[in-house]
C-alpha cells in the first residue's frame, strides 16, 4: 500500500486528511467490476458508433466534407449544435485514454477558430470541474477506473505535491502529452481547485488553437494556412514529446 511516509513530508501536508484517497496494491472487486462495466460499456458504444459510421458513411462523407452544409447546419441548429459539441468534448476528457485532437478539429471545422477554440475551452473548464470533484468525493474509487496504481507510480513528480502544480501546468502546454489523467490525479493528490481549473482550461489553448486552426482553415478553403498549421502542430508534437521526456525523467 502507498502509505503516507513513502510520499514525503511536502505531500503529507498536500493530501492530510485524503491520504486514505490513495490506492492500496489490491484491487477491490467492486472497482473491478465496475472497471469492467465502464469498459463494456465504453466498447459497446464504440462499436455501435461503428457500425453507424460504416453504415452511413458515405451519405455522411459527402456531408462532413462539405463544409457549407455544415456551417448551414449549426447555424440553424445554433445552441443544440454547440451543447452537443461540448457534450462530446467533456465525453473524450472523461474518457482520458481517448486523443482530444480528433474533437478539438471536428470543433474548429464546425465552428470556426474563435467559436470551436471556445467551446473547447468551456468544456474543459466544466470537464475538468466534474473530475475533480467527483475525485475529491469518491477518491480512488473514481480514478481506479481508468487507471492503474502503476499509473501513479510512473510518474514520480505526483509524489511531491510542491512540484505537482508546476509541472501539471508544463504538461498541459505541452501539445501532445498525456493531459486528461492529470485531472484525475490533481484531485487524488491536493491540488487546489482554481489551481487545477486555470491549468486543465489555459493549459489546453496552444493544442487547441493548433487543431481549430488547421481545421477553420481548411472548411474556409485555405489550404495553405491549414497546411501549415498543421505542419507547425507536428513540429510541437515532436517537441512536445522529447521535453515531455527529458521532463519526466528530471522529475523521478
Same mark, same amino acid.
Given at each position: 500500500?502507498?502509505?503516507? &511516509? ?15 484517497? /490513495? ?18 460499456? #465504453? ?32 447555424? &440553424? ?22 486523443? *482530444? &485532437?480528433?474533437? &478539438? ?10 467559436? *470551436?477554440?471556445? /467551446? ?5 473548464? %466544466?470537464?475538468? #470541474? ?14 481506479? %477506473? ?29 501539445? *501532445? ?10 484531485? $487524488? ?7 487545477? /481549473?486555470?491549468?486543465?482550461? %489555459?493549459?489546453?489553448?496552444? #493544442? ?7 481545421? #477553420?482553415?481548411?472548411?474556409? *478553403? ?13 513540429? $510541437?508534437?515532436? $517537441? ?13
Amino acid at each position: 500500500m502507498m502509505h503516507d &511516509e513513502t510520499m514525503g513530508g511536502a505531500t503529507m501536508g498536500a493530501l492530510g486528511n485524503d491520504a486514505n484517497r /490513495l490506492p492500496s496494491t489490491e484491487k477491490p472487486p467492486s472497482l473491478a467490476r465496475r472497471r469492467a462495466i465502464v469498459i463494456g460499456v #465504453s466498447v459497446i458504444v464504440l462499436a455501435a458508433l461503428g457500425a453507424a459510421c460504416w453504415r452511413y458513411l458515405p451519405g455522411l462523407y459527402a456531408w462532413l466534407v462539405d463544409a457549407d452544409a455544415i456551417h448551414a447546419f449549426v447555424d &440553424e441548429h445554433a445552441l443544440l449544435s454547440r451543447l452537443v459539441m461540448v457534450g462530446i468534448s467533456m465525453l473524450q476528457i472523461f474518457l482520458a485514454f481517448l486523443p *482530444g &485532437e480528433p474533437v &478539438e478539429l471536428a470543433s474548429g471545422y464546425a465552428f470556426g477558430f474563435w467559436g *470551436g477554440t471556445a /467551446l473547447c475551452l468551456v468544456a474543459s473548464a %466544466l470537464g475538468s #470541474s466534474i473530475i475533480y470533484g467527483a475525485v475529491r468525493r469518491w477518491g480512488w474509487s473514481v480514478v481506479g %477506473l481508468f487507471f492503474d496504481r502503476s499509473n501513479l507510480e510512473r510518474f514520480g513528480w505526483l509524489q511531491n505535491a510542491r512540484k505537482v502544480e508546476l509541472v501539471m501546468l508544463i504538461v498541459f502546454l505541452i501539445p *501532445g502529452t498525456p493531459k486528461d489523467f492529470l485531472t484525475y490525479f490533481a484531485g $487524488l493528490i491536493g491540488v487546489r481547485f482554481p489551481a487545477m /481549473l486555470a491549468i486543465a482550461t %489555459l493549459g489546453r489553448i496552444p #493544442s487547441i488553437v493548433t487543431s481549430t486552426i488547421a481545421a #477553420s482553415a481548411f472548411g474556409a *478553403g485555405d489550404y495553405t494556412a491549414a497546411v501549415i498549421a498543421v505542419v507547425v502542430a507536428g513540429i $510541437l508534437l515532436v $517537441l512536445g514529446s522529447i521535453a515531455y521526456r527529458v521532463l519526466e525523467r528530471r522529475c523521478r
